[in-house]
């Protein structure tokens, strides 16, 4: 029996669980962090790779011919949304006003732990919030206050950590000036160590 054949089973038994294979690939490449993998995405929606591979193409062919402001790429290894360079204008109007306006409380919360426990991976920060912080991390790498540091050898997940952005808005010459943790984020260690010690 074909390999496509055996996934078109899979699929059949486990449910596409989306109206439809394009859905499907939308909805996974959107909350992805990294470019997808045609594998990866076949694999979660039990579809043959070639099927996907024609699907992709024909979203990416879909989206220009349309004149959406945002294009689907095949980059890195795996496709990633994108807006597209005709909207550069308006992005780039969003972004310098959003610099203007105050940070969420969440932005904050999120901001002060990776101050204090950088380098630090999205899923150590998420562990100590408790809740999902892709949308509040994405804001601070938008607004220049925390950058991609590096990967985590065992996990293979980017760090993050402060930039020099956020040091001249604390107006601070290093980390090392930022008052002690303790009274500001006194359960913040505890956290992480305990992420770690369920991860090892």
């Keep these: 029996m074909s390999t ?5 089973e899979e699929q059949e038994s486990i449910g596409l669980g989306a109206p439809s294979l394009s859905a499907a690939l939308e909805a996974l490449i959107l909350i992805a962090d990294e470019p997808m993998p ?3 995405l076949a694999e979660t929606t039990g579809t043959p790779v070639a099927e996907v591979e024609l699907e992709l193409n024909r979203l990416a062919e ?15 290894g795996g496709w990633r949304f ?11 109007r969003w972004v310098s006003d959003g ?15 990776i101050a204090y426990k950088q380098p630090i991976t999205r899923a150590r920060i998420a562990a100590v919030r408790g809740v999902n912080v892709d949308g509040v991390v ?3 790498l938008g607004r220049g206050l925390i950058a991609d540091v590096g990967v985590e050898p065992t996990s293979q997940a980017s760090l993050y950590g402060t ?4 040091l001249e808005r604390l107006g601070i010459a ?20 305990l992420f770690d010690s369920m991860s090892s």
């Design 163 to 166: 930039t020099e952005m956020f």
């Design 38 to 40: 045609v594998a990866a």
């Design 138 to 140: 994405r804001t601070l």
């Design 82 to 92: 994108y807006t597209r360079d005709t909207c550069a204008d308006v992005v780039t």
């Design 174 to 193: 290093s980390v090392a000036d930022l008052p002690d943790i303790a009274p500001l984020l006194p359960d913040v260690d505890d956290a992480v160590d």
């Design 62 to 76: 879909q989206y220009t011919e349309q004149g959406r402001g945002f294009s689907l790429r095949q980059v890195g």
């Design 99 to 113: 610099q203007r306006s105050r940070l969420s409380q969440a932005a904050l919360e999120t901001l002060a732990i």
């Design 4 to 8: 496509d054949v055996v996934q078109s």
